[in-house]
């Protein structure tokens, strides 16, 4: 059978709590006491979880994963960079799937944070950018990080993680301009992720920079999905002038208006190139492998984890410099070349 801190206590012949201080490193306990729980864990072999450590103290060792996003591969890889961190700090992490547009999430949120003692939150888009959830969790005390889009530290978002993807996608249709492409149609994403809109002023400050003005019929609302890269560049490809390069806000786009061009018997990329972003399975599984951006998820949620466990630990509590910021990368493959004049 496990042995459970129950156990430990018996042999030690102490309370549970002095089980659960002496596993915390809690002051003002005796060294004799500690030697005696220490030894009695090391003759049991026990092991401490962190849900043993929930149940016998005061503070949790658990953080929460709140999620609303289409994007399988991005949540995956978001999970295992947060799980690899729980593990190096002994921490369980809960995970959770919702729908952000749910009339009553505020309150979804804070009931799931109190049922679950969680000791803090990791959110991601939409959540990291609704001021709504974040004035709730502080009104509650509880320790969250935000993973948003950005690539300035602001005094008025502290606790963050910032993926400039203004930068990135600057590179991007750089790359593109430089292959000789004028005529560059831009897929968005949705509206409510504040990524979409930093992909599209990078995309047009980069035109802007080369004295190009963007062509409002060549910028297509939509959202980050397959279906909607197929429905907007099938709108693009019946323009009278159509484009020549399709920059699309993330890689499942990109594959939509790959798989809408194919469609139409048109080559890729001798008559049309196609860029994504984030560098999901969905760009490399194409044909061509799509030019992308290279967004280290896995990576950006560590991150977030670790300056999470930061502020749950008493009497740290930092404020701007703790805004690490990840720039993605242009990654250059088979779907993007040189304007075919």
Same mark, same amino acid.
């Given at each position: 059978?496990?042995?459970?801190?129950?156990? $430990?206590?018996?042999?030690?012949?102490? !309370?549970?709590? %002095?089980? *659960?201080?002496?596993?915390? +490193?809690?002051?003002? /306990?005796?060294?004799?006491?500690?030697?005696?729980?220490?030894?009695?864990?090391?003759?049991?072999?026990?092991?401490?979880?962190?849900?043993?450590?929930?149940?016998?103290?005061?503070?949790?060792?658990?953080?929460?994963?709140?999620?609303?996003?289409?994007?399988?591969?991005?949540?995956?890889?978001?999970?295992?960079?947060?799980?690899?961190?729980?593990?190096?700090?002994?921490?369980?992490?809960?995970?959770?799937?919702?729908?952000?547009?749910?009339?009553?999430?505020?309150?979804?949120?804070?009931?799931?944070?109190?049922?679950?003692?969680?000791?803090?939150?990791?959110?991601?888009?939409?959540?990291?950018?609704?001021?709504?959830?974040?004035?709730?969790?502080?009104?509650?005390? $509880?320790?969250?990080?935000?993973?948003? !889009?950005?690539? %300035?530290? *602001?005094?008025?978002?502290? +606790?963050?993680?910032? /993926?400039?993807?203004?930068?990135?996608?600057?590179?991007?249709?750089?790359?593109?301009?430089?292959?000789?492409?004028?005529?560059?149609?831009?897929?968005?994403?949705?509206?409510?992720?504040?990524?979409?809109?930093?992909?599209?002023?990078?995309?047009?400050?980069?035109?802007?920079?080369?004295?190009?003005?963007?062509?409002?019929?060549?910028?297509?609302?939509?959202?980050?999905?397959?279906?909607?890269?197929?429905?907007?560049?099938?709108?693009?490809?019946?323009?009278?002038?159509?484009?020549?390069?399709?920059?699309?806000?993330?890689?499942?786009?990109?594959?939509?208006?790959?798989?809408?061009?194919?469609?139409?018997?048109?080559?890729?990329?001798?008559?049309?190139?196609?860029?994504?972003?984030?560098?999901?399975?969905? !760009?490399?599984? %194409?044909?061509?492998?799509?030019?992308?951006?290279?967004?280290?998820?896995?990576?950006?949620?560590?991150?977030?984890?670790?300056?999470?466990?930061?502020?749950?630990?008493?009497?740290?509590?930092?404020?701007?410099?703790?805004?690490?910021?990840?720039?993605?990368?242009?990654?250059?493959?088979?779907?993007?070349?040189?304007?075919?004049?």
């Amino acid at each position: 059978m496990k042995v459970t801190i129950h156990d $430990v206590a018996a042999r030690a012949g102490v !309370s549970i709590k %002095t089980v *659960s201080r002496v596993m915390n +490193n809690e002051p003002s /306990v005796k060294q004799a006491t500690i030697d005696k729980v220490n030894q009695a864990m090391q003759e049991l072999h026990y092991q401490p979880s962190a849900a043993a450590r929930n149940l016998a103290s005061t503070k949790s060792y658990s953080i929460g994963y709140i999620y609303d996003n289409p994007n399988a591969y991005y949540v995956i890889d978001m999970q295992r960079g947060l799980l690899d961190a729980c593990r190096r700090h002994g921490y369980e992490l809960l995970i959770h799937p919702t729908n952000a547009k749910s009339p009553g999430i505020v309150q979804e949120v804070i009931d799931l944070v109190q049922h679950s003692r969680l000791a803090g939150l990791v959110l991601t888009p939409p959540f990291s950018e609704m001021p709504e959830i974040a004035e709730a969790l502080s009104s509650i005390n $509880v320790d969250f990080v935000r993973i948003i !889009s950005g690539s %300035t530290p *602001s005094p008025k978002q502290t +606790n963050c993680v910032l /993926v400039d993807d203004f930068t990135a996608a600057f590179k991007i249709t750089n790359h593109l301009l430089e292959l000789g492409h004028s005529q560059i149609a831009f897929l968005c994403g949705d509206d409510e992720h504040s990524s979409s809109g930093e992909r599209l002023a990078g995309f047009k400050a980069a035109l802007t920079k080369r004295g190009i003005n963007a062509n409002p019929k060549f910028i297509v609302p939509g959202s980050y999905s397959f279906e909607s890269g197929v429905k907007g560049a099938t709108q693009l490809l019946a323009l009278p002038n159509k484009p020549t390069a399709i920059f699309a806000c993330n890689d499942e786009i990109a594959a939509g208006a790959l798989f809408s061009a194919r469609l139409q018997h048109i080559e890729i990329p001798q008559q049309l190139s196609i860029v994504g972003f984030e560098n999901s399975p969905f !760009s490399r599984q %194409t044909w061509p492998p799509l030019t992308t951006a290279h967004q280290p998820n896995s990576t950006i949620a560590q991150s977030a984890a670790e300056l999470l466990f930061k502020h749950t630990r008493p009497g740290s509590h930092s404020q701007t410099e703790d805004q690490p910021v990840f720039i993605p990368e242009l990654l250059v493959r088979e779907s993007t070349a040189v304007v075919n004049s």
